[in-house]
């Protein structure tokens, strides 16, 4: 019989949430490149006598294993080759301070404010600002062999031999993963139009969730290929015209649910036909088996699903007729530029960036002033755990002392009983694996993978044996204490969650979209633009995904930033329910509702943006009026419920 744990030693939820592993699928090819890509420079420079040489580029294959996340081909250039670079920069910035006291700290400690403000930019920078101090703070630590452009040269080429391998089966999967992403979109569509009508409604918002993030995954792959072709390429403009013929469905459905009255099974089986069509590129007839439809919203399901089969086989689409339903990206030389006036400009960029060079100076001074051998894991281990937009700074610290001590067991196991020399290659062989497979378990599984690579790859370059173990858990706890410590207990920001304010950024867009959806004398041009108001739409969607995803970051916090982000939740739920209510009214006006006056609309944007007001900034929930009527009958009926819940909800009992 298990044991339960007595009440005062019941671990409390953050610290059971922090430490509870992530479900994700094992990425066989991914796990396969970690193994040829970190093993095979080591094998190399043992075989020609420079194993020194191999060490180093198997480090620079480690940053490539890291970065080895995207699906799609053009993607994995891009989160593998440009990191590559800074990285490339880092070392070489780090081995000409190597040995030169105070200038090595001033030098790192402008590295890490220019690293910081460069990772607020998007993902791949977010890396490449990683990369760049990360080896930074190597070459300043370690006695690099060669010239000086040897390490750089040999760093790179491990982290570029991953993407070569990554990028073998282009000439015969191009374009594979765009479809493969799109056919997962209609398939999480019909799963969506399964739990419509059921109750409790829990099935129906994870399913609409999943076809959310799905969604986005989608857009973000096409387009991002799309911005290189401008609509020129035959293959991506017809995956457009199929993520946006699958739209009118997914805006169908919180109509059906509305209803109380589930679909027949035959729409669902549709939909996952379609979605093999989509994922094989079949352009042949589909004979549509479709239950005649009875009311407005099996209407609209029946319209855009007949719509959707058009656009799946259809052989040619025509490319001046596709809607980009989030906006095509704009023209690399433009979007440089506006991320480069943002880093300049953006007081988080420059926040972010003085935190990182605070926790690094710090770092520097204390082991130029301190003996402390090997020093450069000290300013590592900060590198790794200050890094917000990875997760939670608190989260990450925890996490990286207990994966590190789980990862020293394992490096102790191996560099006391493997003899150096080929038998670190089999060793390599069979480590390296455990990073892309660890890695979505977690941050502490991914530490604890690393870990016994990093120190293998070290003990090969300075030969210290067990002897580097305890330093490294004394390095790794102290750098965990400073970035603790000077980049989040002296930062008032790290105590509070953002997930009110931005929350009430969405119940304010929310406001405007409900005026969009109907025309009002505020939104001239909304009533006859279907494509402007499918953008808002889906930004909406993206942006309460964004939150979901600050509020389960947040709900990893220490009370009380934990505690307080709980209390949001309900109210996410809510505002996505109205978005639903309002695209569900919309569906039903298109398919023969009346629709509502002027004077409904306006009221319900009046209460959202009263609503939107009273949550701004706010780490409370706090009390609105919730009185909201209307003509019994009206379209807008469901959505006033809504509204008058979320109001409910936002007001404390």
């Not at 410590?485 to 790290?494: H, T």
Request: aromatic residues 6%; hydrophobic residues 50%.
């Amino acid at each position: 019989m298990s044991r339960e744990f007595p009440i005062g030693l019941t671990p409390p939820d953050w610290l059971v949430r922090n430490l509870q592993p992530q479900q994700a699928p094992l990425n066989r090819p991914a796990i396969a490149r970690a193994a040829v890509a970190m093993s095979l420079p080591l094998a190399l420079g043992l075989a020609t006598g420079h194993t020194a040489y191999g060490a180093l580029a198997s480090m620079g294959a480690l940053s490539g294993v890291i970065g080895d996340t995207a699906d799609a081909y053009r993607m994995r250039i891009l989160n593998i080759a440009i990191p590559q670079l800074f990285g490339a920069i880092g070392v070489t910035l780090g081995a000409a301070v190597y040995g030169h006291g105070w200038l090595a700290v001033t030098a790192l400690t402008l590295i890490a404010l220019a690293s910081g403000m460069i990772s607020t930019i998007g993902a791949v920078a977010s890396v490449s600002g990683l990369l760049l101090l990360l080896n930074s703070v190597i070459g300043a630590g370690l006695p690099l062999p060669g010239a000086w452009w040897l390490a750089p040269l040999l760093m790179s080429g491990g982290g570029l031999l991953v993407l070569l391998l990554a990028l073998l089966a282009w000439p015969l999967r191009s374009g594979v993963p765009e479809r493969t992403a799109v056919a997962n979109t209609y398939r999480t569509v019909a799963d969506l139009l399964a739990t419509c009508g059921d109750d409790p409604a829990a099935g129906y918002d994870a399913a609409r969730q999943a076809v959310t993030q799905s969604l986005n995954q989608s857009y973000d792959l096409v387009l991002a290929r799309r911005a290189r072709h401008h609509g020129r390429n035959p293959e991506l403009t017809r995956l457009l015209a199929q993520l946006n013929a699958i739209t009118p469905v997914v805006e169908a459905a919180p109509a059906v649910h509305q209803s109380g009255r589930p679909l027949p099974p035959e729409i669902r089986d549709t939909v996952r036909h379609l979605a093999q069509a989509v994922e094989t590129g079949y352009t042949g007839p589909i004979g549509l088996d479709l239950p005649a439809p009875t009311s407005e919203t099996t209407r609209a399901v029946d319209h855009a699903l007949r719509h959707a089969a058009e656009v799946v086989t259809a052989p040619d689409v025509d490319p001046r007729g596709i809607d980009d339903r989030l906006g095509r990206p704009a023209a690399l030389r433009i979007r440089a530029a506006r991320a480069a006036r943002n880093v300049l400009l953006s007081s988080g960029s420059w926040r972010y960036g003085l935190r990182l060079a605070l926790c690094i100076g710090l770092a520097q001074v204390l082991v130029s002033t301190v003996p402390v051998p090997r020093s450069y894991w000290i300013a590592l281990t900060i590198t790794f755990v200050l890094k917000p937009d990875f997760g939670s700074v608190f989260s990450r610290a925890l996490l990286r002392a207990l994966g590190t001590v789980a990862g020293l067991v394992i490096a102790a196991a191996v560099l006391s009983v493997v003899p150096r020399g080929w038998w670190d290659v089999l060793v390599l062989l069979l480590l390296a694996p455990l990073i892309p497979a660890l890695t979505p378990r977690g941050y502490g599984y991914q530490t604890m993978a690393i870990t016994p690579v990093i120190l293998l790859l070290s003990d090969i370059l300075n030969h210290q044996g067990t002897a580097l173990l305890l330093p490294r858990l004394v390095d790794s706890l102290i750098g965990c204490g400073i970035a603790l410590i000077a980049g989040y207990l002296l930062w008032p920001e790290s105590w509070h969650t953002r997930v009110g304010d931005r929350l009430a950024e969405a119940v304010a867009d929310t406001a405007g979209y409900v005026e969009s959806a109907f025309g009002t004398p505020g939104t001239p041009g909304a009533e006859t633009d279907p494509a402007a108001r499918a953008r808002m739409r889906r930004r909406l969607y993206r942006d309460l995904s964004v939150i979901r995803t600050e509020f389960q970051r947040a709900l990893t916090e220490p009370p009380p930033t934990g505690r307080l982000a709980a209390g949001w939740l309900p109210l996410v739920v809510a505002v996505e329910r109205i978005v639903d209510a309002t695209t569900a009214a919309r569906v039903r006006v298109k398919h023969g509702a009346p629709p509502p006056s002027s004077a409904e609309v306006t009221q319900v944007a009046l209460q959202l943006r009263e609503l939107s007001e009273g949550v701004r900034e706010s780490e409370v929930l706090v009390e609105v009026r919730t009185d909201l009527t209307g003509p019994t009958g009206s379209v807008l009926e469901p959505l006033r419920q809504e509204v008058a819940a979320a109001r409910a909800i936002a007001s404390p009992h």
